[in-house]
Each structure stands twice: as C-alpha cells, then as structure tokens.
C-alpha cells in the first residue's frame, strides 16, 4: 500500500504544482488513498521531495534527486577520471578532482540539476558545491562518490577524514 500511495505522489507532484502537503493528502485522497497530515510528511521524506520554484514563482514538490538526473554518459568517463574523493561540512560538498580537472568535473555535475543543489565554484582542483541543507550535502556527497565508482566512505578514507 504505501509503495502504490508514494509512486502515486510522484504522478501528482511531475503533473501538477503541489505547494502543501494538504494539497497533496487531498489529491491522494480522491484517487483512494485514506491519508492524514503525518503519513504525508513521512512519504515526503522518504521520497526525498523539496520545494523548488515553478515557472511562476512559487514554491512546489519535486524530486530532491529525479530518476531521470542522470550524467550524460559523455561525461560520465570525465567524471570518474576526475574525481579524487568529496566531503562535506554543514551545507557544503568540497570535491577533490586531480589537477585542472575542476571545471570539468563541476560541469558534469551541473548537468545532473540535482535539486536541492544552490551552485558550485570550481578552481583547479576542487569544487566547492552549495546545498540548502545538511541532509542534502551528504546524499550528494554519498551520490557522487557512488557515481564516481566508490562509497562516501571510501571517498573521505582517501582524504584521511572518516
């Protein structure tokens, strides 16, 4: 049941703009869905959903990370060439890259357009990428490193931080 009700909250939140969770239990319950206010906000979070700005300016639900945010495969070798290991503090992923691959590497990840992601700043060697919150800088980081072909684990055992 809460497998079929989550799956049906990605339909309504990719065909209609949701702004609160009311909106959405309401939604749920004319396709049969019995829910309340505290069900819907445990979906939200296991469903990793944020507000982002429509094209209208206000605030919506959408997927924190889309199925379809994904890395053109072009640069999917750029990437895991790149990439030396990543870290975060608060709402701040620094990614290590080898030298004069920064950009590069920010590039690739600008075109996943993981939401929850404000923007990055590439140098040589690092990126520094912003995030609304803590919890999103550390999927991001875990994301990375699982694209990059290791675990967040692995990726903060090579800087000498676990």
């Not at 639900?61 to 990439?83: C, D, G, H, W």
């Amino acid at each position: 049941m809460k497998y079929g009700r989550r799956e049906e909250i990605l339909k309504i939140i990719s065909s209609e703009e949701i702004q609160k969770q009311e909106e959405l239990a309401e939604k749920l319950r004319e396709r049969g869905y019995d829910v309340g206010q505290a069900t819907v906000s445990r979906d939200i979070k296991a469903l990793n959903l944020v507000k982002r700005a429509a094209p209208g300016g206000k605030l919506v639900y959408t997927e924190l990370f889309s199925q379809n945010a994904s890395m053109p495969e072009k640069l999917v070798p750029v990437f895991r060439n790149a990439f030396v290991s990543c870290d975060y503090a608060c709402n701040m992923v620094v990614v290590r890259t080898l030298s004069g691959m920064a950009n590069a590497l920010a590039s690739a990840v600008d075109s996943m357009e993981f939401g929850g992601i404000l923007g990055s700043i590439a140098g040589d060697d690092t990126v520094l990428i912003v995030c609304r919150t803590d919890d999103i800088a550390s999927e991001v980081c875990a994301l990375l490193a699982k694209e990059a072909g290791s675990s967040a684990d692995d990726a903060r055992r090579r800087t000498g931080r676990e």
